[in-house]
């Protein structure tokens, strides 16, 4: 039959489309040769300029391990632990990846990651590494994450700003709130911040959240015998409340990213910026970098308990797939890599990048060229000075930590009142239950 | 038609796309929807949940104004997009010099990239480095907050829809109006049907299946805009410009609610099918009455 | 103003109102490119003119063009996409087409059945992506393809279904049959009824089908994060997406990034819209 011939050619044609499509898929994966290859996920979308440290030591890894290369990828924090999830259902997961404490300890439950504790024994690392960090990424005897950098946030200032409006680096919430009140007076923010894809860009004030007595409720309250919603805390949303009210933040807070609210503050436009260590290379070569300090954060006079605080904590961790213990030759390299992570000369490598150090190493600081990091590490080290155990957000669900960056940039935002605020994290701990 | 429409010659025509479209579009929303009665977090063993988060959607202010949003887009875009895309693509089928190069032209926002569209957007609406600030400083006019605010950020969302979707809309339309039949037109118009009684009375009625198509295409896309919103503001301040997908993609990833956020999804497609399809069941009983 | 029945009065009023419709014509593209036209003045000003004065024209530069050619692989993008594209839109259109001219040509035993499928396959419109990522992930996986191009043909093909059906069954339908019948009755097999009769006709409405299916996998971005996981494999979407965190305050470089990726698209398009719409409308209007 005729038509049944044209008809065979039109399926054939789909046909061949089809295997033309498959043998494309055949072609691309192709196999490497003798070198064996290791991958590394992290949570910037471009490693090489967002976190110059890490691209840094994956480099001089590669130099001296010429056979082993490391793949390095990296995506937005959201998108990073999608395809983190994806992949651990599938067993595709990257080998070393960046994650948040508090999904590697689900991971670790469903058996995702590998157990490190006799890879750093074998090391030699744990007299290398502060076993209070070690402990934090431990459950039982049983390790699943290494330290990746150190958590030191604050608020770095320009003295240059501050003293040209007869203004000095403050000390108490009321002081910041001066300095708030008369630099808006003359159009100059006075906090950095930027909501827009980093909502948790809001580091100094979960330092202030400890200033009012985070760290001896929160188990209490996560466990649900007691509530978000305390009076103390309703003080801590105030004292937000009472910044915006000065004027302290940008006009396009919502808008704008935390990479725009650094530049806000390194171009000379915003006389704070809402940060950590990590912001230290990118102030330094800066034209403020002269002018530039470190400051703990305010003290408030109806605070809870111990004021004169600094968060000094180890940041969320680097796991490794447990499947990487499938293949000895990748094995093998992994541990190597972790070895050189925590050498003294890949710990100078975060130093020279604008890192703490992770390990117990002294760095070696140039006065001038690391001016700003020297500054931050003195600050955060002055007598007195003690840190909290670790950042509030990392000992909560990520859906507990989303809502208390949203509860905080709300009240920013004027979007929220404190009330509104405490609420809507105490309804996220609730529905966590 | 009856003798070419053997059993065997249905089924060849017409398994291909019903085999590759259950397998790869109707079996994962079921696979995701029992996603969503579970606890599943993404990482470990999901646990059954029966509708807890469907309930707790309900009770979560922020899943309503996200719907809230989406029908204040839904409604700008159509109330703009149906009748000024058939106005364009009426103008750009006389025949004038450049015609054709403003065709194209008119189709360029369609091509970029939404994410794209996003990025350019911001450089017009933002509070600070926004294009129209500046116009409306130097026109000495209030400077509304067009994005990062709570009252016109979903307004600003749907004209940015609107910028990405006219030359879409447009092309449909001009494709149907390429096989209208010209005998018709121009049997009526030397009857002397005046232009507007031409375009109500016959090119209008004709144009019935375009009409549907654009209609249905642009519900359907303002209920998965996300990209747009995720540049633009994120969802902020606070979910306040949140549209129904971002806040998905919100509670899936940002969260790791993925039980809660394929529940959301479930919604999403519910929604949008008994909207454009009940359209086009609307459009089929006036039909045949 | 003349008697509206005079042939000249007639012809001139036409012809001032072809004047007012190319002058609103020419007025509503400007406006709708005015965004376009100002991506394309920031890429040529500093990252500093941005935020401070940027319409100064006197500080144009070609700078950001110069850092940003270097560091986006724009070959490798639009060769991947293009492959893409072409091979997933070639699949998808045929097989959308088949079953559109079952679901509206061919005569069902059961009429329900016919409608009822059809309605099957658009209830797929509103399906939000971000439902299927993970079970189509697993479903390469499960067919082994994961890492190559076929992972992310095969979604793009399944995606591309419901919207092409609605388009190629409503234009069907709208199509009058009387030629069809006349073929039929001269003893054409389904084949060249399809091949000679039906396709000639639908050519405007398949370029359009095309050039949307184009449009979508160049722009497709939620399967192509996670089905994609070599950077030698990235698309046009993929490396868009990356701007925002990749430039971050460079803004010039942004928008000069931005440009590099509009143009060849607007040129592809260009090359699309004069060969294949307008080959294919005057086809439409000769046949």
Redesign the interface.
């Known amino acids: ?7 065979r ?3 054939a ?2 046909a061949v ?2 295997a ?3 043998s ?3 072609c ?2 192709a196999s490497s040769g003798g070198a064996t290859k290791i991958s590394l996920s992290m949570q ?3 490693v090489k ?2 976190d110059p440290a890490t691209w840094a030591i994956v480099h001089a890894f590669e130099k001296k391990n010429p056979n082993i290369t490391v793949t390095v ?1 990296g ?5 990073h ?6 992949a ?3 067993h ?1 997961l990257p080998d070393i990846f960046w994650i948040y404490k508090a ?1 590697a300890e ?2 670790n ?2 058996g ?1 990651l590998m157990d490190l504790a006799p890879m750093l024994k074998d090391l030699g690392l744990t007299d290398k590494i502060s076993s209070s960090t070690l402990d934090n990424f431990s459950t039982g005897k049983v390790t699943y994450g290494v330290p990746y950098q150190g958590l030191l946030t604050g608020i770095w200032y320009n003295e240059k700003i501050l003293s040209d409006n007869g203004l000095t680096v403050p000390k108490t919430f009321d002081e910041f709130l001066h300095v708030a009140v008369t630099l808006h007076a003359k159009g100059i923010t006075t906090l950095s911040d930027g ?3 980093s ?1 948790f860009s809001v580091w100094s004030f979960l330092v202030d959240l400890d200033r009012y007595g985070w760290e001896s409720k929160y188990q209490a309250i996560l466990a649900g015998k007691a509530s978000y919603d305390n009076p103390d805390f309703i003080r801590f949303y105030d004292s937000i409340a009472k910044l915006r009210e000065a004027g302290a933040f ?8 935390y ?2 609210a ?2 806000e503050f390194t ?1 000379g436009k915003a006389a704070m910026l809402d940060a950590g260590i990590w912001a230290s290379s990118a102030i330094q070569d800066s034209t403020v970098a002269p002018d530039a300090g470190f400051w703990a954060g305010p003290t408030f006079s109806d605070g809870v308990g111990k004021q004169d605080i600094v968060m000094n904590v180890a940041s969320a961790p680097f796991a490794v797939s447990a499947d990487v213990k499938k293949d000895s030759a990748k094995s093998a390299a992994v541990k190597k890599f972790i070895a050189f992570y925590y050498s003294d000369a890949a710990q100078q490598l975060l130093v020279d990048n604008g890192q703490p150090p992770v390990t117990n190493y002294t760095p070696k600081l140039d006065a001038t060229k690391q001016s700003v990091l020297k500054g931050a590490l003195e600050a955060s080290t002055a007598p007195g000075l003690t840190s909290p155990q670790t950042q509030p957000d990392l000992v909560v ?3 507990v930590a ?1 809502a208390m960056y ?2 905080i ?2 009240v920013i ?4 009142t404190s009330k509104q605020a405490v609420d ?1 994290v105490q309804k996220a701990i609730d ?1 966590g239950k | 038609m009856v003798w070419l429409s053997s059993r065997w010659k249905i089924a060849i025509m017409a398994a291909p796309a019903l085999i590759v479209f259950t397998a790869l579009i109707v079996y994962p929303v079921i696979y995701s929807a029992g996603y969503s009665l579970t606890d599943f977090a993404g990482f470990g063993d999901p646990a059954f949940v029966g509708l807890k988060n469907y309930i707790d959607l309900g009770n979560d202010p922020f899943f309503w104004s996200s719907l809230r949003n989406t029908i204040i887009i839904l409604v700008v875009s159509l109330v703009i997009l149906v009748p000024g895309s058939f106005g364009l693509a009426l103008l750009l089928r006389r025949r004038f010099p450049g015609g054709g190069a403003l065709r194209a032209l008119v189709f360029a926002p369609v091509i970029i990239a939404p994410i794209l569209v996003g990025l350019i957007w911001v450089f017009i609406l933002d509070p600070k480095i926004g294009l129209l600030d500046r116009l409306f400083g130097a026109l000495g006019l209030p400077q509304p907050e067009w994005i990062g605010g709570n009252v016109l950020t979903p307004y600003s969302v749907a004209l940015v829809f609107v910028w990405g979707s006219v030359g879409f809309a447009m092309t449909i339309f001009y494709a149907g109006l390429q096989q209208l039949p010209t005998d018709i037109l121009e049997a009526s118009s030397l009857d002397g049907a005046s232009g507007w009684k031409q375009l109500l009375y016959i090119t209008v009625p004709l144009m019935k299946e375009s009409f549907a198509i654009a209609t249905v295409l642009l519900i359907t896309n303002v209920f998965k805009i996300f990209e747009l919103v995720f540049v633009l503001t994120n969802g902020g301040p606070v979910h306040r410009s949140e549209t129904l997908v971002s806040y998905m993609y919100f509670i899936t990833f940002n969260n790791q609610q993925y039980g809660s956020g394929m529940a959301l999804a479930v919604i999403i497609t519910v929604l949008g099918a008994v909207v454009s399809l009940g359209y086009l069941l609307l459009l089929r009983g006036r039909k045949s009455a | 103003m003349s008697a509206p029945t005079s042939p000249l009065g007639r012809r001139s009023r036409r012809r001032t109102g072809g004047i007012v419709a190319a002058i609103a014509a020419y007025l509503i593209t400007f406006l709708i490119l005015l965004p376009i036209l100002w991506i394309v003045l920031l890429s040529f000003q500093s990252s500093e003119k941005i935020l401070s004065n940027p319409l100064d024209l006197g500080s144009l530069s070609l700078l950001n063009y110069v850092h940003t050619v270097t560091s986006l692989p724009l070959a490798q993008m639009y060769g991947n996409t293009i492959l893409l594209a072409v091979v997933s839109v070639t699949i998808g259109t045929a097989i959308s087409f088949m079953v559109s001219f079952a679901l509206t040509r061919m005569i069902f035993r059961r009429r329900r059945v016919q409608s009822g499928l059809r309605f099957y396959i658009l209830a797929g419109l509103a399906v939000p992506v971000y439902i299927l990522l993970f079970p189509v992930y697993r479903l390469d996986l499960a067919l082994g393809v994961f890492g190559s191009y076929a992972a992310l043909i095969i979604p793009y093909v399944g995606v591309s279904i419901p919207f092409n059906t609605l388009l190629l069954t409503g234009f069907l339908r709208d199509l009058p049959t009387e030629i069809e019948e006349a073929a039929i009755i001269d003893g054409a097999g389904l084949t060249r009824l399809i091949w000679s009769v039906v396709l000639p006709v639908m050519r405007p409405v398949i370029a359009t089908v095309l050039i949307f299916n184009v449009v979508y996998v160049f722009n497709e971005f939620p399967f192509a994060s996670i089905l994609i996981n070599n950077p030698d494999m990235t698309t046009v979407s993929l490396a868009v997406s990356q701007f925002q965190g990749q430039y971050s305050v460079d803004y010039g470089g942004m928008m000069a990034a931005a440009t590099l990726v509009l143009l060849p698209q607007l040129v592809i398009y260009a090359i699309f819209q004069k060969q294949v719409i307008a080959g294919m409308t005057m086809g439409a209007v000769k046949g």
């Open positions: 039959m005729h038509s049944t011939h044209h008809l050619r039109l399926t044609a789909v489309v089809a033309v499509a498959l494309i898929a055949g691309s994966t910037n979308p471009n300029t967002a990828t995506q937005p924090v959201a998108q632990l999608q395809n983190l999830s994806v651990a259902q599938s595709t999904t689900q991971m439950k469903s995702y909501a827009n894809q909502s940008p006009s396009n807070v919502t808008t704008q990213t990479q725009q650094v530049n171009s669900s990520t859906a989303s949203d509860s940039y709300g935002e004027g979007q929220l809507l529905a």
